[in-house]
């Protein structure tokens, strides 16, 4: 009878996920065939009496350890000991944090995990632009519930451009027009007022951007849409919808779309 030889094993060690170590492992592994090693990952290793156990696992086992381990006590203490126990390791970031302390003359932050953080921040900046495409122009109201931040205002009030500048600083945000033939979603009485963000713009300052809106749609800037007395009947309406809600209100007739970004962004980061 044959006897199947073992697959040599790797234990990745990290103070984080791992993912990274692994990959790079697989990587080199992938060249002596698909079944070629057996990879084990540790992830967040934190203390030496674990580093002990996988040392001595990593011996018993004629194994190697391929590690990432930022923190510079945790790592020296790593390789001291797998040299005194006679296990190979390789070191898959420190070789390269070295260089890069040479090349720009500054100190590392040594924080485990950092690069997932910034993925994870970059995710949800994303699911934010989504969730603003979603539920935008009061599309669907059930994002009314969902939102960190619903806009409501009178058509032109910039309320989607805002919500895609918040939804960039991580913010979900829904916006609902306010049109006096249509009533408002009842979840807008649903949500605790401090939510919900009125638009308020000068009658003077909307007829100027409508009419403008129109001349760019090749259309009459005469047209009701844009005659002062449907804006102000619309204005009335708003302010009417703005009070019952109890919300904060915001007059955006002076200001750009990043000023009022800016202001509702540290008004809920507060």
């Known amino acids: 009878m044959v006897k199947t030889k073992p697959r040599p094993i790797v234990y990745v060690v990290s103070d984080s996920v791992g993912e990274t170590a692994e990959l790079v492992v697989k990587a080199a592994a992938s060249q002596f065939g698909e ?18 156990e996988v040392i001595e696992l990593a011996r018993e086992a004629h194994a190697m350890i391929a590690f990432t381990l930022v923190i510079p006590d945790k790592n020296k203490y790593l390789l001291d000991r797998a040299e005194e126990a ?23 932050k040594y924080e485990p995990g950092l690069v997932y953080r910034l993925d994870e921040d970059y995710f949800r900046k994303v699911e934010a632009i989504e969730f603003a495409v979603k539920y935008d122009d009061g599309r669907d109201p059930r994002g009314i519930m969902k939102a960190d931040i619903v ?3 009178v058509s032109r009030t910039s309320k989607t451009p805002l919500s895609q500048y918040l939804a ?24 605790p007022p401090e939510k919900c963000i009125g638009l308020r713009i000068s009658p003077e300052k909307l007829n100027n ?9 090749g259309l009459r800037a005469e047209a009701s849409y844009a005659s002062l007395d449907r804006i102000n009947q619309e204005l009335v309406y708003s302010e009417k919808i703005m009070e019952k809600i109890g919300c904060t209100v915001i007059d955006v007739s002076n ?9 509702i962004s540290n008004m809920f980061q507060k």
């Open 35 to 52: 079944k070629g090693m057996e990879i084990r990952r540790i992830p967040y290793v934190e203390d030496e009496g674990t580093i002990d």
């Open 255 to 263: 200001k750009a779309v990043e000023e009022t970004a800016n202001l």
């Open 86 to 108: 006679g296990v190979e390791t390789v070191d898959i970031i420190g070789p390269m944090l070295d260089k890069m302390v040479n090349m720009t003359n500054t100190q590392p």
């Open 209 to 217: 951007i409508r009419a403008e809106r129109l001349k760019a749609l």
């Open 168 to 191: 960039h600083k991580r913010l979900k945000v829904a916006n609902v027009p306010l049109v006096p033939e249509v009533e408002p979603p009842e979840e807008l009485y649903k949500i």
């Open 151 to 153: 806009l409501v205002g």
